[in-house]
């Protein structure tokens, strides 16, 4: 008697139209997973998803959401549901910056939208996959989270978005503890210098901590989709808690 084909893993990519959100979902649509890819930008995700396609030929379905407003993640994971039935793989990508500017520089509001896109929008999507992913048959799932080198070492004038990255740090930790009774794996991949829009300005340089405006080496996002890969592909019972990518010759190991 022929067994069944396996079913394909449906996977969440946040901020999956531009940057390393892109990188990743190319690369999980080549691992043969369904990805949907959200964002707050309609048109961005329409874009990306007609590349994405046209590049690996894999399904790419597109659903517009702002994922530090909750009513919106909700809507975002009962769509996931409804569609799909299932949510094998969130990866909580989604993230902004504030200006490099000294910390008493910095606003309420743009304090305020760092922690929303950072934090909040990755403690909400995993409120909403927890829940899915509990009460979905086979049980359980991965989620992987966007951390960042900041999570480990600041760079000058980053204090919203180091905050908000080492406080992912704690709510992997906490996630992957959390989700060890209902076969929930949760890691975090920790980028450096991914080359992305975000990332342009350093061949012209970028502050060190000394002081000094020095350029930095980058990688292609690339590497960080075969990273994002590895760690979705691996069985429930094995997890890859935190690992970093970064480019070999950038300043952070040393770095002070």
């Not at 874009?47 to 530090?68: H, S």
């Not at 743009?110 to 899915?132: D, I, M």
């Not at 048959?137 to 980053?158: C, K």
Request: glycine letters at 10%; aromatic letters at 4%; a neutral charge.
């Amino acid at each position: 008697m022929a067994s069944e084909p396996a079913k394909t893993k449906i996977a969440l990519v946040t901020g999956g139209g531009t940057g390393v959100g892109k990188a990743i979902a190319e690369a999980l649509l080549g691992a043969g997973f369904t990805v949907v890819i959200t964002g707050r930008r309609e048109e961005v995700l329409d874009t990306a998803a007609e590349e994405l396609t046209k590049a690996t030929g894999g399904r790419v379905r597109t659903i517009q959401a702002d994922v530090g407003d909750p009513k919106s993640v909700a809507a975002l994971f009962d769509a996931i549901r409804s569609e799909f039935g299932r949510l094998d793989l969130l990866v909580n990508n989604a993230g902004m910056g504030a200006p490099a500017v000294p910390m008493e520089e910095i606003t309420f509001e743009q304090w305020s939208a760092v922690v929303g896109a950072n934090l909040t929008g990755a403690f909400l999507c995993t409120q909403q996959a927890f829940r899915l992913m509990k009460a979905q048959s086979p049980r359980g799932g991965r989620i992987i989270n966007n951390g960042s080198i900041s999570a480990q070492t600041p760079r000058p004038n980053s204090a919203p978005y180091t905050a908000t990255k080492h406080a992912i740090t704690g709510l992997t930790k906490s996630t992957a503890l959390d989700g060890r009774p209902f076969d929930i794996a949760c890691g975090q991949i920790d980028i450096g210098n991914a080359a992305t829009e975000m990332t342009s300005k350093m061949a012209s340089g970028v502050m060190q901590a000394n002081g000094e405006i020095a350029s930095e080496p980058t990688i292609p996002a690339s590497h960080i989709g075969d990273a994002v890969v590895y760690m979705a592909n691996l069985p429930l019972e094995a997890n890859v808690l935190t690992m970093t990518v970064m480019a070999t010759t950038m300043p952070l190991v040393g770095r002070g």
